[in-house]
């Protein structure tokens, strides 16, 4: 009965994550077709040429690091205050969180073009210091509008760990005579801990990968893994490069993820650190 | 905000409705080796050889006093009451359509659209044939298509009007019999600029990469397709649109690299809004667009122009192909002669807003958009334009790319 049960995951795992990565795993070994594609062939040369050009991998890890940060900085304090202080409004605050995911992502990060334009903050700017002004096409558009995707994803983990906090072990460490920020340090942070790990890993894996604000916020001169993904694939139909890249970037990823699980886990042996 | 967005939404389908992301994608057309085949000598060719395959506008005679002759005769096959059309979307009249289906008692007229040649391809290559019997692939797209068994070899008595076509259209290199395709409209790749903010009279590529380094430095954009933003550098020099040459692709870098800081934007999706707005006010862009800035319905952007640089530039076809295992042929056929009936094409083209390959129709055009160079060159700058052939395999091409992207 429990195989029965697993086998739709078995199978959905096993078809649609493993051996896809496996036949890219394969394609970065192979060369180009004459027309596009794919060759079997067995060299390195893939690999080596990633060396030649790190700038989109360098960019790229430097939004999704800066973002991520940003993300926690910013929704500390709000989910703060939902879990703490929103009391009878906290349902509602829960729901408008919620609503800008009932409108496309793609929508949504159009809708910033505007708001960034010469016809929104861009221009706004622009007549303020006489200067032409220039949000979109900069890496300052592309962190905006990672930070604002996003953030919903760090705030709820770190919310849900938050509205486990018990108050009384705040007044506890209060009357013991801690200070503000050695309660903050001693009690919450570590209480908070869990969920922003769990929002930094699910900010940070997918911003790594990001290819839709870069390109529509970026004017094209933002130039991502993501970005360069896309040219490999479709513009130089070159998918033995791509797949190098593909791999790589999950390498990169494998080993960045486990480095942030370790450094932030270093010294809590014996306390549980959940994922979700 | 919400009238914005909505402008915005509108913009970007009309952006899509130019259709004119396909040379990103005519540059991996693909089928490089047969091309490379076919058109081996015209890589290495002066370019003034390589201009001598443009198209010339100026219709035969004969066509023209054809035009005039009795209407399209009615097919002598049996008509399955249906057809499916694969194309772009916004690439085919309405009006046409209700015409077609009234004419000849098609029941059922199937028009779904794609966004580009690869689309197409990947359509087919995933569902295979069998489902549409017309597709409108990019000329650069037909050898692969062909390679692939996706296509069918025209049977051309039952295509007698495609006597219309110009000839100048026939033996391109990606199907050097005609087997294959049928040319549907075509177009250029140039300079777009808007003539309220640009003083300057800009006729050349030369202009342009002066005045982009200069008076309009973060005003001046260039689509995101490589196959077109390559012509600029190498015609600047007077180098071959096709080269492969080592040297050559190393000077168009360093133009390239020069140009880059200057740049607006890199993008072939919403650069027409970009023009609009007037965050960009010079661009290296396709007619099509220029063509519908000009003919805006709020006339605000009347002042866009077009210019076919004089140092040479390149020029697209798309073209009607007949799919492999079509359900209909027979209605296949007959929309295909009837299409290039000259009084259909005015209609068609006054819709897509491109010029036509068929010479019959031209001279029935409004003289306003027959004479606009957003739609048609000038016959006397026909010998700027040559034939792109595939160059996505180039590897100095797509490290230069990557590196311009990168900035």
Redesign the interface.
């Known amino acids: 009965m429990t195989s029965l049960l697993m086998a739709p995951a078995t199978f959905w795992y096993l078809v649609l994550l493993v051996l896809p990565l496996v036949i890219v795993a394969i394609y970065s070994f192979g060369v ?1 077709a ?4 794919y060759q079997p062939a067995f060299t390195f040369d893939n690999y080596g040429t990633l060396l ?2 790190p ?2 991998f360098t ?1 790229s890890l430097l939004i999704a690091i800066s973002g991520t940060i940003l993300c926690v900085l910013l929704a500390f304090p709000f989910a703060y205050f939902i879990a703490t202080r929103a009391t009878k409004r906290k349902g509602l605050l829960l729901v408008l969180l919620v609503i800008p995911f009932w409108t496309s992502f793609l ?1 949504r990060t ?2 910033l ?2 708001i960034l ?3 929104g903050i861009g221009g706004f700017l622009s007549n303020l210091t006489g200067q ?1 002004v ?1 949000i ?2 900069t890496m300052w558009a592309v962190l905006i509008g990672i930070v604002y995707n996003y953030l919903p994803l760090m705030i709820f983990p770190v919310y849900v760990t938050l509205e486990r906090l018990d108050r009384t072990l705040l007044e506890a460490s209060k009357d013991l005579g801690a200070g503000r920020w050695a309660t903050f340090r001693q009690i919450t942070l570590p209480i908070v801990w869990p969920g922003l790990i769990t929002g930094s890993i699910l900010v940070f894996i997918p911003l790594m990968g990001e290819y839709v604000v870069p390109a529509i916020l970026g ?3 933002v ?1 991502l893994i993501g ?2 993904l896309q ?1 490999d694939f ?5 998918w033995p490069a791509g797949s190098a890249k593909a791999v790589s970037l999950i390498l990169v990823m494998l080993i960045t993820v486990s480095f942030y699980l370790w450094a932030t886990n270093r010294g809590r042996r014996g306390r549980e650190v959940s994922l979700l | 905000m919400d009238e914005a967005l909505r402008q915005y939404q509108l913009d970007l389908a009309r952006a899509q409705l130019s259709r004119r992301r396909f040379m990103t994608l005519a540059a991996f057309g693909g089928a490089s080796a047969f091309l490379a085949a076919c058109s081996g000598s015209s890589t290495t060719s002066a370019p003034s050889e390589a201009a001598s395959s443009a198209p010339s506008a100026a219709p035969s005679e004969a066509a023209s006093s054809e035009a005039s002759a009795a209407p399209t005769p009615a097919p002598s096959y049996e008509l399955e009451g249906e057809l499916d059309l694969y194309n772009w979307s916004g690439y085919f009249s309405p009006d046409n359509q209700k015409t077609f289906q009234d004419q000849f008692g098609i029941a059922n007229f199937i028009y779904d659209s794609y966004a580009s040649n690869e689309e197409l391809l990947t359509k087919l290559k995933a569902s295979g044939t069998g489902q549409y019997d017309i597709a409108v692939p990019t000329a650069e797209f037909v050898a692969t298509l062909a390679a692939d068994n996706f296509l069918q070899r025209l049977d051309k008595s039952r295509l007698p009007n495609l006597q219309y076509i110009n000839k100048q259209f026939k033996g391109m290199p990606f199907d050097p019999n005609d087997e294959y395709l049928i040319p549907k409209d075509w177009g250029t790749t140039g300079i777009i600029y808007r003539g309220n903010k640009v003083s300057e009279t800009i006729a050349s590529w030369k202009d342009f990469f002066d005045l982009a380094k200069t008076k309009y430095s973060g005003k001046t954009l260039v689509v995101d397709s490589p196959g077109d933003v390559f012509v600029a550098p190498l015609r600047l020099h007077g180098f071959d649109v096709n080269t492969a040459d080592s040297g050559e692709l190393e000077i168009a870098r360093q133009e390239l690299l020069a140009l880059r800081p200057h740049l607006q934007s890199i993008d072939s999706d919403n650069y027409p809004t970009t023009l609009q707005k007037e965050e960009a006010v010079l661009g290296l862009a396709w007619n099509g667009t220029a063509y519908l800035l000009q003919t805006d319905s709020s006339g605000k952007y009347a002042d866009t122009k077009y210019t076919v640089p004089t140092d040479g530039t390149i020029f697209w076809t798309d073209t009607w192909v007949l799919l492999a295992d079509a359900p209909h042929p027979n209605v296949a056929y007959a929309f295909l002669d009837w299409i290039q009936d000259p009084k259909i094409q005015v209609v068609e083209s006054l819709y897509a807003g491109y010029a036509s390959c068929n010479d019959a129709a031209k001279p029935l055009l409004p003289a306003d958009f027959a004479n606009n160079p957003a739609v048609y060159v000038p016959d006397n700058e026909l010998n700027l334009l040559s034939i792109a052939t595939d160059q996505s395999g180039n590897q100095q091409r797509a490290d230069i790319w990557a590196e311009f992207k990168q900035g």
């Open positions: 180009r004459p027309d596009g594609g030649k050009r700038g989109p960019s929508i159009i809708s073009v505007i334009g010469s016809d032409n220039q979109l096409g004017n094209g001169k130039f970005n360069v040219l479709l513009s130089s139909r070159d």
